[in-house]
């Protein structure tokens, strides 16, 4: 699967600690190759994030992404509470 990242995804994940980014790099290449794969708890989202997807990339950490044509685009990326506020 194709996927692009916005800058607010981007600087995110720039707050991450070093552990976190290396979660979520492995769970991106995964997603990439098979996005419905149970570690993901790929699922769709709603209220606020209606029309949005989340995966899971380590405990309470979560990314999420919008389909656009057939590319995934990854806008936000964080803990449970911080995507949720």
């Known amino acids: 699967m194709r996927v692009r990242y916005l800058k607010t995804f981007q600087k995110q994940v720039v707050l991450l600690h070093p552990g976190q980014k290396q979660q979520l790099k492995a769970a991106l290449l995964l ?10 708890y790929n699922h769709p989202l709603t209220g606020n994030w209606a029309g949005y997807y989340s995966i899971a990339f380590g405990g309470d950490l979560r990314a999420h992404y919008k389909m656009v044509d057939d590319v995934a685009v990854f806008v936000a990326a964080g803990t449970h509470a911080h995507l949720y506020r």
């Not at 997603?31 to 993901?40: I, K, N, S």
């Open 31 to 40: 997603f990439q190759v098979e996005p419905e794969h149970p570690d993901l």
